[in-house]
Structures are given as C-alpha cells and as structure tokens.
C-alpha cells in the first residue's frame, strides 16, 4: 500500500509538472511597455516618471468657502483663524512633492484601494491611502510644529457619461462643476463637526485626460480605527453637506443619503482596527474640542459650588432634584471620549445617560437622541433641576441643576459645574417626572 | 539595471514569471500588472540584485511580494465575481497554438490536462499555491523556496505535502480517469 501511495505521488508530480509548464509567455506589447518605460541609458524607475507627473499638478488650497464652513461648523471664530493660517502656508504641498510622498504611495506604507462608486453622473475612486507612523519621515514643519501623522488619501473624479472634466479656470469663476468636498469621517463622530476642514486638511489636484485627480491631506484618523472609517466625496460643493450623509444616531455609523441629490459617493476606509490608538484619539478630540469646540462645550469654565447650594425641588420635581444631586456626585471625574462610566470616564451623553439610568430611565448614549424624548421646556427660566440642556447642534448635554447652573461632562475640564448659558441652549427637555 | 539588461531579463525569465504572475492573480489584466511591476520594481531597486546569483528566484520573489500587498486592492473585484476565471478563451487559444504540432487529439487532452490541473491549483489556498507553483512551475528548490517566500525549508516541505494531498484528491480523474 504505501509503495502505491509513493507511485501514485511520483504520477501526480509529473502531471503537475507537465501541466504547470509555463507555456504562455506575455503579450510583445506588454514586454515593450515596460522597456519603454525605462530610458535608454538612464535609469529612470517609476518612482521618476511619477515625480515628473506630480509636477504637472495645479496645486490648490482649501477654498476660503470651506473655512467660512469651518466658522458655522464649530462656532470657534479662534479656530477658523488657526485653520486659515495653516492653510494658507505656501509651499507646504511642493514640499511634499519633493519629500516622496509618491515614494510613500509607491512603497508598503499605503493600500492601494481602486474602488469606484458611481452617483449623481460621476464616477469617484477611492486609488489609495497612506497613514500611520511610517509615513513620519514625511513629516513637514509648520507654524514651527512638527506635524507627524497625517493621513493622506487619492481619489480620482471622471465623468460617467466619460466627457472631460472642465479645466480647474481662474479661481473666482463659477466653478460648481468641479468642486468637490473630500473628507474622511469618523463612525460616531458628528460628520459636520469632524471632517477634512476640522481636522486640518488640505489639498492638491490635478487634471488629465479629462479626470479630476485629487490629493487630500489632514490629521492622521488611523488612530480612531477601532472605529469606522469613511470617506466622502461631496459634487457642487466645496465645504460639507449635512444633507449629503445620514449619522445614525444609535450606532454612530455613517451612511450615504439615498435621497441626495447629487455625488455623494462614501467609501470605507480599510484601515487595521488594531491600528487604532484610543488614548490619542482622546487627546486628539480634546485638542479640537479646544480649538474647535466642536463636540464640547466651548470655553464652558468650571465653578466651585458654595458649601450652601443645595438643588432646589420644585413641587411635582422631586425625582429631578433627586437626579441633578447624584449627578453632582460625580463632579471631578474625567472625561472620555464615548465613556459611559460617571466614574472612569464619560463623554456629556454618557454622562447623562448614566444619571437618568440611576433612576430607572434609558437614555440613548447621543445628544441628538436625547433631545427628541420627554417633553420641551420653553426657556431656563422655566427649567427644573434634573432638566437637560441641550448645546451645539446638539452635540452637547448638561444636567440642569438649578440657580442657572448645570453639572456636565466637558471635554476639557471633566465632569463639572458650569453656568448654563456658557453656550446657546438649543434645547431643554424634561423626561424625569 | 540597464534596459538592455532588463531585455535580457525579459527574454530569458519573461515567460517563467508571466506564468508566474498569472497563476497567482485572477484575471488577465492583474497578472500583466504584476508582471509589469515586478519588472519595473527590479529596475527600482537596481543594487540590490545579484544578477551572478539568481535572477529568476529574485524576480519571483519580488514578484510575490508585490503580489501579497496588492492582494488587498484586488479583493473588492473578488467580491463582485467571486469565481476566479483561471482560464480564459485566449488562454485556451494560446495553450492550443504553444504545443507543438501535436496531433488533434493530443492538443485536446494536453489543454484539458492543463485545464484541470490550472483550476486545482488556483483554488488551492494562498500560501500552499505560492509553494506549488514555484516548485512545479518554476521548478525552485525547497531551499529557494523558502528564501523566496522567507519561511523555513520544514514550512516548504510540509506546505508542499499539504497542497499534494488536497491536488490528488482533486486531480483523481485526471490521474486515473486516463490512464496516466
């Protein structure tokens, strides 16, 4: 038997062998290709003929249109300031140019993606992205900071009826046709609030044969890949469009908005989940939070509460009062980032959420979400201590505690009390009876 | 490296790592962009070669390695035609065309031989497909093998065992159903 086994070994190598014989060679024209892709007596690599390409690009900053976006979005006039001056530094993309990001494109450090979505007459692909640690080295000096980690994706925008794109035109010049909005978004994250424009992005793009190629740059999102990752590409528009996309406010997930009218093209981003770095996307939100205010409150500043406050229970309230006291208990502990615990760490919806759970009622952990339950109070003046108070859009939660204060979870300074005008209310429900 | 010394290259391993290339990748236009890179890359990283040692086990080996880090990029196409079109018309054209002056029936069972045996192979999985063809095809030893795919010579072997017993149980009617 196991002198068959070895015959029948030696048979099944020889058939291999035969049938696996390379018996087609390549195309002659493929093989000229290649020899033409190389000089004559240079030694010209891909590396050279992609470097002379990059030269060829129109490099363009952000518009001011979307810095103007940037104003509305975060409401922090001090960030658009510092978002303006970042972009306008000259020279910044040609210095990259020289610094080999093709080499970064070219070698392991990236994934080259090549996924096309066709929407609203236009055919958007995602070619590739390059983030991480390893792109370091590329790191560029600005405003007298290193910058290291940045991410950087290209996209290529082409027709799908295939008729060119218009040239890029004077800037100025109507030019609706060919503005784009390309940004990376972060499952969870208010897409509005935490795009290209926030997180500092910048772009180049050049146009041949009639396709849009476009490079963007901003802060480095490998270290939210515990999360989802998209990419948007927005038609018409130079800055975002809140109709362009749908947050789900219960899972935080990002989708396309079916009914948009126009490109709306949204990508994942396959970016290594273990890449992900939660103590850096923490501070990284803090240090927007900061400048942009985005998800928190802006410029909320902690007060000490006398030995004397006490909440006061309005009559029928008392289960309010009762919560705006234990939410009281937990004034000084940190905040985190999408924390639900009151003392690990919570973010203002978790923080609220945890309160109202101590008595019995399930809040979903989103501001937006919790606005929509109980009934509306038609102004602080009315509010009752246990209330919430709504912020930003809202992106933002506060417990109302009484005698115009409030007790919240602020990206900055932890959980703590804070005047309830600090910032415009949007909104003030009362779900504790 | 000099472009007649990569005509050289090309005339002398072209066939061998276009086999190469297009075994590993799926379809027609995957394979002639790996074999294309891989020889562009060979001129990138000029150097590095040793064109007295082994080109052809340098070239595969660049090859394979271009090839594990696009895998990824080609993976959406896989999800959109999940069956791998190994064989195409015109490779039964030129499989036809590239045996010599065999008699009708001879061409036929070669291209069925090859037919069978090539789909097999292609859905082997990757790491023992690699191994398979560079033995079989490529005709590497198990030492070049291992410093090609950087694993030890044992991994070779006893991947090489693996993807013979999956291919005999695979290949039974090619064995036995003719006679071989």
Known sequence: MGKEFRKELDELDVLLRRALAPAEGPDERLNQRILNSVDGEEKIGKRERMKAEMEKRKWRRMPAVALTAAILV???????????????????LEEFGDKGLEEAFFNECATVINETQSYGGYDVTLMGIASGENLTEYARESDGKIRSDRTYVIVAIARSDGSPMPDFGEPGEDSAERDFFVSPLIEGLDPAAYNAVTMKGNYSEMLQDGVV????????VEKFADHELYLSVIGGSTFYDRNAYVSDEETGKIHR?????????????PIDASKANP????????????NAGAESSKGAVKIELGDDFAVEAASGNEKGAEAAEYALEFVGNPYEWNGESLTEGCDSSGFTKGVYEHFGVSLPHAAAKQKDLGQEVDGIEDACPGDLIFYDGPSHVAVYIGDNKIVHADTQ???????????EIVMIRRILR | MEKRELEACINEYGKDIYSFCRHLACHRQEAEDLYQD????????????????????????????????????????????????????????????LEQEPSCEERILGMEE?????????????????????????EQSTKQISEIMGIPVGTVLSRLHKARKILKRELESELYGKGI
Do not use: H, Q
């Open chain 2, 114 to 138: 090859r037919l069978a045996v090539a789909s097999a192979v292609g859905r082997l999985p990757e790491r023992l497909k690699a191994v398979v063809l560079l033995y079989y095809m490529e």
């Open chain 1, 74 to 92: 975060g409401a922090g006039s001090l960030t658009a300031y510092g978002a303006y001056r970042y972009l306008s530094l000259k020279g910044a």
């Open chain 1, 257 to 269: 908005n079916s009914e948009y009218n126009g490109l709306n093209a949204l990508f994942r981003l």
């Open chain 1, 413 to 423: 300074l932890g959980i703590c009390v804070s005047e309830a005008d600090f910032a």
């Open chain 1, 213 to 220: 190629y476009r490079l963007l740059e901003c802060d480095d």
């Open chain 1, 279 to 290: 103590e850096e996307a923490e501070r990284y939100l803090g240090e927007l939070g900061s």
């Open chain 2, 38 to 97: 891989t020889f562009l890359k060979a001129v990138e990283l000029e150097g590095k070669i040793d064109f007295e040692g082994n080109p052809k086990s340098w070239l595969l080996s660049v090859a394979l390695r271009l090839w594990k880090n696009r895998k990824r990029k080609y993976a959406w196409r896989r999800r959109i035609a999940d069956i791998c079109p190994i064989i195409e018309d015109k490779d039964l054209e030129n499989a036809a065309s």
